[in-house]
């Protein structure tokens, strides 16, 4: 069975602020692939990022990072100096066969 | 590229009603997904397709709900004898059968059953 679980809903920051999206997941497969997407206001998803399953390497690209780590099957993604146009839902997501969403994080940046 | 097409963008239907929804993919995916998602919740999946093959069913989805993809291109769900709780935003997505690539999600079809 494949699960992703984001157990914060609702997040909270002020605009330049660093902050954190939360990611577990869980999966049989030894070969698989995660990802992060957002859905503005607009409704439509936005892919972010990606990681496989084999490369626990963690990454930054431009104002985006994730910490990526099997041993606690997590995910997690950053977002650093934070923009009132980050302000929207993010999903975590995992693809072994099938694609599974998260329930979300929804993120406010206040200026 | 025009990316992932879904009409109608939105559906308003009396309960009881057939109603049928067509997703065009990006044109070289082979993998197909459908997508329910209600407010403040994720993107419950549905149905996926490898090429015109129709490889996993959610247990969620009722006997009501059927999807097709016939030629391995655009893709159609349909729900027979619509029910409140259908009220929903249908989301459709395309993928490289590739397992790191990601999807490409189209603007949905917010249906709305009265």
């Known amino acids: 069975a494949q699960k992703v679980t984001q157990a914060q809903t609702e997040i909270s920051v002020v605009e330049k602020e660093d902050v954190t999206l939360d990611c577990v997941y869980e999966t049989r497969d030894t070969t698989y692939y995660l990802f992060w997407y957002k859905q503005p206001p607009s409704g439509e998803l936005v892919f972010l990022i990606r990681?496989?399953?084999?490369?626990?390497q963690n990454e930054i690209s431009g104002r985006y990072s994730w910490n990526f780590q099997k041993s606690t099957s997590s995910f997690n993604f950053t977002i650093t100096a934070s923009q009132v146009v980050d302000s929207a839902v993010y999903f975590c997501a995992l693809r072994a066969n099938n694609l599974f969403f998260g329930t979300g994080t929804r993120l406010t940046v206040i200026p | 590229d025009t990316g992932v097409s879904q009409n109608p963008r939105h559906k308003i239907t009396k309960r009881g009603q057939n109603v049928t929804f067509r997703c065009d993919p990006i044109?070289?995916?082979?993998?197909l997904y459908w997508y329910r998602q209600t407010l403040g919740q994720g993107p419950e999946f549905l149905t996926y397709f490898q090429n015109e093959a129709q490889l996993e069913k959610s247990r969620l989805l009722s006997d009501r709900f059927s999807a097709e993809r016939p030629k391995g291109s655009f893709s159609t769900l349909e729900i027979q004898r619509t029910e409140q709780g259908d009220s929903a935003m249908y989301l459709c997505?395309?993928?490289?059968?590739?397992?790191?690539?990601?999807?490409?999600f189209g603007q949905g079809t917010r249906l709305t059953v009265v």
């Open positions: 997505a395309s993928s490289l059968l590739r397992g790191n690539t990601e999807a490409f």
């Open positions: 990681r496989n399953s084999f490369d626990e």
């Open positions: 044109s070289e995916h082979n993998r």
